[in-house]
């Protein structure tokens, strides 16, 4: 009883005072179990009825002591049992309202008296009494546990050995019995439930708004879902709604009622708090839960009732002919049938719907959908957070490397090889299946199949019972079939043909593996079929197959493969099986000029084997693992030598392998090494956009690495690349294209001859109306071209600013960061820089300091310096954004190293206006920027140096910065081995030794020496600046010695 | 046999044999007298292998089976049609046998389908040829329903001039179309493993055949 009582019990949501049950039909279930079991056990167990409860069972009662009669004194306010335990104490003792039970016999006879209100006061004795068995029986009784709880009974028997602990034990045990029973009661009510579904209620709001509008003969006036927005999963609730089963909220206008405010969620249909004041719903739920929203309203509304059985006809047709829409999931009954299953009447029915329920149930729980709407980035960039996370201790120092210029970048690679971490992470635990995984239909048995369908099982049966002849017929005309229809697929599979077609590969039938294998070949591009083969157990067949001496087998396995290797799992099988190793086999044989013609039925071409090799390895090299499994099967050096055919149709799945494989660092090195570029370069040249996509995305991949880049020039590889860029219509190749440019143009060789090309005014002509993934590679290219001063000029000349700025209201934050680099960049000009203010640019980039990505944070500080260098009254317009200096140094509190140094570059130049610094003084700049002083991070000493330096120039600052002790560890900057940290370092020296107290600190922790050695540096700047300090240091000195002799 | 006499068969056969060398020629020609020798043994003088030794090695050496496939295969060996396979046709059928193009066999396969030689695979043909192709299943009515079906679903496939039987033409089409329906009636060609297997065996290393 305690279990059922604690797991299966509905209790409403805590929270509002005491907690009650809930009304709903599985408690009444319950209920009703407990009343029979307690009212019954005066006759079925007389013994134990008499047994006096360790403590009594207490609640408030409604019943009036006058319903008392016989065995009982009562009086007007009280009754007593007479029955009474040794002590004298009465067994049954009501003080109204409060009734405290202490035996069964009398909570028989309790039950007996209360007749109608038996339910009522039997939840009442529930809720009073949280654990009745404790109560019964005791606490130590309580705390046996479900495993072994006869042996406990045993226990105690032997122990106490009395009578009473006999009858203790009975009782318990049949308590237990009671317990058991309640569960499976329940577990039969569960499943009687059908969860309503997504998809099911859609079709019952869409169907009853055909039939409402004005008029007499509607169903309804109105019926409108509260949000229009639907998420993927089908619900419309918002997703911390979706949790609690809730699909969507619908707004009901009958004709005879008030509008009503309904919720639909997946235990049923019921009315909840309506809409409040501020459009919000009020979600609890007001009433009792209906099956659907049919019964619901019938309820709610006469009228709908009436309305309903005139239309009743042509709405149950309706429904009907909704649910057999083939490969329609398993939706609820029509609603007249419903009704009649559930009294258990029709046997059929009901175990349609137990299996309803193990399907839906079970399967189709319903998962709140991530994609939020409005903070779809937000969480984008969690997820992509995590995986950098994971990335970086997979990959050590790669991804900290990143250098501001490139970050944006490296993080577009780290989203592509998100997925690979991902994958290492799924692979080395068990398979937990991907999220692309496509919901199984099967056909249903009785839905109206296609001819095909019958055709194909005949034939599939003379392939299970048929010689060899016999097959191969059946096989051929199997592929007369068209294979690429998903009526076919599925068909073939829903028949078994797919186990059939699996065992014919194990055969030692060449002709029954080719004819089973190209039917395989073609069907293998449904998800859901590739699923089921690598289910079957079909990849280490063809695997194996790969080492047949028939060429043809060969390329038809390899085909497959690469087909059925679209998912992880497939992938992950193809190189657990040794798959990896033979494709790359397979790569080798286009070597022999010299062929035969084709010499036998089964004999393909040399150079045919090797293009499926590659095409198998395409798919395969999406897995991080099996791009190592390539290197080190030596694949590498033999894609670089198919790479100098001129087939395109070998090109394609070649340029894609190295494509996808270049996003590791081995690999970029391999490619650099086998002279790969030269080909990819020669390759943009062809005619086929696809092998052009994938070769100018290759050379994205790579040219992060500076030869490469060098490479791509020296062999020619610019030109193509700027040509390309005037074909805007295929977005795919676009990106790849402006991708390579951008990486590209991170060389200034490259940049010089890329506006030799005119690619600079192509790009700023790119700036609008392209999709996002083209726009980022456009601006990140722009980026880097405007570090040089010709092409910021010509953005300028060719009205490039305007769009950039525009783009700075953007949510994607890979563009975010690369747009406000660019804009940065820009804002070197002056000329540039008056348009930038103009168009109100400053401002944008300082409302991005609050975006939520720590890239863009920095990149928009970093743009902000030369915003503030360049644009007139530049004093005047940082304190025209209200809040904007506070803002700023609050970013000092980031923990990112990257936003951290862009800030304190931000501050230098925002320090260098008297009254700005006086604000940000006030902000408490000095303590923040001291806080930061104990840090190995070259960038951000430097920058924190130039800062703090800067900030000397107002009030007490010097002193503050030397209070807040920040001058030790400036001290140690001068050990780093980067100059620019020594040159910031020592002016920031050079400013905080004009206060005595600093000098001494400096002194203290041998500055001299240090400054000493930095005045034979050949930086002025430095020179000025260390002897600048120590002539203050020594000065002090003098001071203090001629204050002791005087 | 003397070496001359040898020699200067497996000069002549050579000139006329488009797929074997001169060495392979002889190879042919040395296990077609063993063969032949060990018959000899057994049965006394013979002319060259008949039928019956000649569908002992198909069944031996090529893994065949089928009695009736077996016997058309020795008709389209025997092109004289005197019972026997002579040295000659022995290396001209299995140049066909082993090494022929797709058109030779196309060519060899359709005589070997064309029961009666009337130059159309007819249904009666087909049904005759498949009748033993399904497993009898003793739940069906009619057993031979499941052939029937399958001979209808062939001429579906090859019939493309829709005439009811296959003419050379219609089965020419279909293969080229679908090479797996070369032996599209039953195995009359030998499978690919043991040919090899076959070859492997027959041409030896060369080193043992130089005088």
């Not at chain 1, 294979?483 to 699996?502: F, K, S, W």
């Not at chain 1, 090799?613 to 030598?641: F, H, Q, T, V």
Request: charged share 25%; glycine share 6%.
């Amino acid at each position: 009883m305690g279990v059922a009582l604690g797991r299966l019990v509905q209790w409403t949501a805590p929270g509002h005072g005491t907690r009650v049950l809930e009304k709903t039909p599985l408690n009444e279930a319950i209920l009703k179990e407990i009343i029979m079991f307690a009212e019954s056990f005066i006759y079925k167990h007389p013994q134990e009825a008499k047994y006096v409860f360790v403590e009594p069972l207490e609640w408030k009662t409604d019943l009036n002591p006058s319903a008392f009669e016989s065995g009982y004194v009562v009086s007007a306010t009280t009754v007593k049992s007479e029955e009474s335990d040794e002590n004298g104490q009465p067994l049954l003792f009501l003080s109204v309202p409060q009734i405290k039970v202490r035996s069964f016999g009398q909570l028989s006879c309790f039950l007996l008296i209360a007749k109608d209100t038996k339910l009522k006061e039997a939840q009442a004795c529930i809720e009073g009494n949280r654990n009745p068995v404790a109560k019964i029986l005791g606490l130590d009784y309580n705390t046996m546990k479900e495993e072994s709880s006869i042996l406990n009974i045993l226990d105690k028997i032997t122990k106490d050995n009395d009578t009473e602990s006999e009858i203790k034990m009975k009782i318990a045990i049949l308590l237990k019995q009671l317990d058991v029973n309640l569960l499976n009661h329940s577990l039969k009510c569960i499943s009687l439930e059908i969860p309503l579904h997504p998809a099911a209620v859609k079709n019952d709001i869409e169907l009853l708004k055909r039939f409402s509008g004005k008029g007499e003969q509607t169903v309804l006036e109105s019926i409108k879902y509260t949000s229009d927005y639907e998420y993927p999963n089908g619900c419309r609730a918002p997703p911390w709604r979706q949790i609690l089963g809730e699909i969507c909220y619908v707004l009901v206008k009958p004709h005879d009622v008030e509008t009503l405010c309904i919720t639909c969620s997946e235990e049923g249909v019921f009315l909840n708090g309506g809409k409040t004041d501020d459009e919000e719903i009020n979600y609890e739920r007001k009433g009792v839960i209906y099956k659907d929203l049919v019964t619901c309203l019938k309820e709610k509304s006469a009228k709908f009732s009436e309305n309903m059985s005139k239309q009743k006809t042509r709405f149950n047709e309706e429904l009907q002919k909704e649910k057999n829409k083939p490969n329609e999931t398993p939706k609820k009954e029509a609603p007249g049938a419903l009704r009649k299953a559930i009294p258990g009447s029709d046997k059929t029915m009901l175990e349609k719907n137990q299996i309803n329920f193990g399907k839906s149930n079970m399967i189709k729980r319903l998962e709140p959908s991530l994609n939020w709407k409005t903070t779809i980035d937000s969480k984008e960039y969690n997820v992509f957070r995590h995986r950098v996370s994971i990335h970086e201790e997979r990959h050590g120092g790669r991804v900290e490397k990143s250098a501001p210029s490139v970050s944006a970048g490296k993080a577009q690679l780290i989203r592509k090889s998100g997925e690979k971490v991902e994958e290492i992470v799924s692979e080395s635990s068990s398979e937990s299946e991907e999220d692309e995984e496509p919901p199984d239909h099967r056909q249903e048995a009785n839905a109206d199949l296609p001819s095909e369908y019958w055709q194909i099982q005949k034939l599939v049966k003379y392939l299970k019972g048929g010689n060899q002849t016999a097959t191969v017929i059946a096989l051929c005309s199997m592929k007369d079939f068209n294979l690429a229809q998903e009526t076919c697929q599925l068909a073939i599979r829903d028949v078994g043909g797919l186990e059939v077609l699996i065992n014919l590969l194990d055969t030692d039938e060449v002709k029954c593996k080719i004819g089973s294998l190209k039917i395989l070949k073609e069907i293998s591009h449904n998800p859901q079929i590739r699923r089921n083969i690598v289910d079957l157990g079909g990849l280490p067949i063809m695997v194996n197959i790969l080492d047949s001496p028939h060429k043809s087998l060969k390329c038809l396995a390899a085909e497959t493969i690469a087909n059925v290797a679209k998912f992880r799992r497939a992938r992950w099988a193809v190189r657990h099986h040794g798959g990896i190793t033979k494709l790359v086999a397979l790569l080798d044989c286009a070597q022999n000029s010299a062929e035969p013609a084709q010499s036998s039925l089964y004999d393909a071409r040399d150079v045919e084997v090797a293009r499926c090799g590659a095409l198998a390895l395409w798919s395969c090299s999406k897995s991080y693992a099996n791009k190592e499994a390539i290197r080190k099967a030596g694949g590498i050096p033999l894609l670089a030598r198919l790479l100098k055919t001129s087939h395109e149709n070998m090109l394609i799945p070649v340029v894609g392998t190295l494509q996808e494989c270049a996003s590791e660092e081995n690999y970029r090195a391999a490619i650099k090494a086998e002279r790969i570029i030269e080909n990819l370069v020669k390759n943009l040249n062809s005619e086929n956009e696809q092998l052009q996509e994938h070769c100018a995305m290759a050379i994205y991949q790579c040219a992060e690495d500076e030869e490469t880049r060098d490479l791509v020039r020296m062999h020619g590889g610019l030109k193509p690349l700027a040509t390309l860029l005037n074909n805007t219509d295929n977005k795919e190749r676009l990106a790849a294209v402006t991708g390579a440019i951008w990486k590209c143009s991170i060389s200034k060789e490259n940049v010089t001859k890329f506006r030799e090309y005119k690619a600079i005014e192509t790009l700023v002509g790119l700036l609008t109306d392209q999709p996002e993934e083209v726009l980022v590679n456009v601006v990140g290219a722009l980026g880097e071209c405007c570090q040089e001063y010709e092409n910021r000029v010509i953005v300028r000349k060719c009205g490039g600013i305007q769009p950039l700025v525009n783009l700075l209201v953007g949510i994607n934050q890979a563009l975010l960061v690369n747009v406000t680099k660019a804009v940065g960049a820009c804002a070197v000009e002056p000329e540039n820089m008056m348009i930038i203010d103009r168009l109100d640019g400053v401002r944008l980039l300082w409302s991005l300091l609050k975006n939520p990505h720590p890239d863009v944070k920095a990149s928009a500080a970093w743009a902000l310096c030369p915003c503030i260098q360049n644009a007139k009254d530049a004093g005047e317009m940082v304190r025209s954004f209200v809040g904007g200096l506070e803002l700023v140094v609050n970013l000092l509190k980031s923990d990112n190293k990257e936003v951290l140094a862009s800030v304190c570059a931000a501050i230098t130049n925002i320090a260098k206006d008297q009254e700005n610094l006086a604000v940000i003084t006030d902000h408490g700049v000095v303590p923040l920027l001291s806080k930061l002083a104990n840090t190995n991070n070259d960038k951000l000493r430097r920058h924190l140096a130039e800062a703090i330096s800067c900030c000397c120039m107002w009030g007490r600052n010097r002193v503050a910065f030397g209070e807040n002790k920040a001058v030790a560890p400036l001290v140690r900057y001068l050990k780093s081995n980067d100059a620019n940290v020594h040159r910031a370092t020592a002016q920031a020296l050079y400013q905080l030794s004009e206060d005595a107290d600093n000098c001494i600190t400096m002194h203290e922790n041998g500055a001299v020496k240090l400054l000493l050695h930095m005045v034979g540096s050949p930086d002025q700047d430095l020179q000025e600046a260390a002897a600048g300090c120590i002539s203050n240091i020594r000065r002090l000195a003098l001071a203090t010695e001629k204050a002791r002799y005087t | 046999m003397n070496r001359k006499k040898l020699q200067k068969l497996t000069d002549t056969l050579t000139k006329n044999c488009k797929h074997f060398n001169k060495f392979e020629v002889n190879c042919l020609i040395r296990l077609y007298y063993n063969l032949v020798g060990d018959i000899t043994e057994r049965q006394g003088t013979v002319n060259g292998l008949d039928r019956n030794a000649f569908r002992n090695i198909l069944h031996v050496t090529f893994g065949m089976t089928d009695d009736m496939i077996m016997d058309r295969v020795f008709r389209g060996f025997d092109k004289d049609n005197d019972g026997n396979v002579s040295v000659s046709e022995w290396v001209y059928g299995l140049s066909l046998f082993l090494r022929g193009t797709l058109e030779e066999k196309m060519k060899y396969c359709f005589e070997v389908f064309d029961l009666n030689g009337d130059g159309f695979i007819s249904k009666e043909e087909m049904f005759h040829m498949l009748k033993n192709s399904l497993l009898k299943q003793p739940s069906e009515e009619d057993p031979d329903e499941g052939i029937k079906d399958l001979v209808e679903i062939t001429l579906k496939k090859m019939d493309n001039d829709h005439d009811g039987k296959l003419s050379f033409s219609d089965y020419e089409q279909a293969v080229r179309e679908e090479t797996l329906l070369l032996e599209a009636f039953g195995p009359c060609l030998p499978d690919p493993k043991s040919q090899m297997e076959f070859e492997a065996h027959v041409f030896k290393d060369p080193n043992e055949f130089i005088d």
